[in-house]
């Protein structure tokens, strides 16, 4: 079974801290995204990577960067939080480009005061 | 604009009350369609994905089935552990995938 873990199930920050979630895979996947989740609106893409130390913007990239150093591993940043981040973070991991099946970690809910 | 649109945005049921939820989508390029399954509090879960129109595919009490416009979830003489929100995916052009936003089922015994 594919398992995608993420470092933290619930965050709590404050107003410009610097914010590091941390996604890890074991499935030996390409690709890996990291997307966050509002209610209404569904899933978003923040940013992916198809490869090491690769990174592309998705839909909504502005206040993040991400980081992919080892294949298994992408760390989402959040260079200085604020309110409106507050959200559920999810990231996945997939075999190829976009195509194959998504398989997502179990979410970090981030309260950012 | 591509977009994908799922309805109703919830639903509430009987137990053994069949229906259907929607997944409509105006994408060009279709490539495939994911459905997932997300409890309260968790990522989501995969289902099922259908790649042509006229596809369709079943796991225990549910069906997906997928024309060139929308797909369809059927959910057959449901059960309160069904409850949860269903999500579709497109991915169309080469790399590009759209989520809709969910519709939350409730399925009351």
């Known amino acids: 079974d594919v398992k995608v873990t993420q470092s933290s199930r619930y965050l709590v920050k404050r107003t410009g801290e610097k914010v590091f979630l941390e996604c890890v895979q074991d499935m030996d996947h390409e690709n890996m995204f990291w997307y966050r989740q509002d209610p209404g609106l569904g899933l978003r893409l923040i940013y992916f990577?198809?490869?090491?130390?690769?990174?592309e913007k998705g839909d909504i990239p502005e206040g993040y960067s991400v980081s992919r150093e080892k294949k298994e591993r992408f760390s989402l940043i959040l260079e200085s939080a604020s309110t409106n981040q507050t959200s559920m973070y999810l990231c996945?991991?997939?075999?190829?480009?976009?195509?194959?099946?998504?398989?997502f970690g179990p979410g970090t809910r981030l309260l950012v005061l | 604009e591509d977009q994908v649109t799922q309805s109703p945005e919830a639903l509430r049921l009987q137990e053994g009350e069949s229906s259907s939820l929607n997944c409509s989508y105006t994408?060009?390029?279709?490539?495939?369609l994911f459905w997932y399954r997300q409890d309260p509090g968790k990522g989501p879960e995969f289902l099922f994905t259908l790649y042509s129109a006229g596809e369709e595919k079943e796991k225990e009490r549910l069906k997906a089935t997928l024309t060139k416009k929308e797909s369809f979830l059927h959910i057959t003489a449901p059960k309160p552990e069904d409850s949860a929100t269903y999500l579709c995916?497109?991915?169309?052009?080469?790399?590009?995938?759209?989520f809709g936003a969910g519709t939350r089922l409730t399925v009351k015994p």
């Open positions: 994408v060009s390029g279709l490539r495939g």
């Open positions: 995916a497109v991915h169309y052009n080469n790399n590009d995938m759209r």
């Open positions: 990577s198809y490869d090491v130390k690769m990174k």
């Open positions: 996945a991991s997939s075999r190829r480009s976009g195509g194959e099946t998504q398989y």
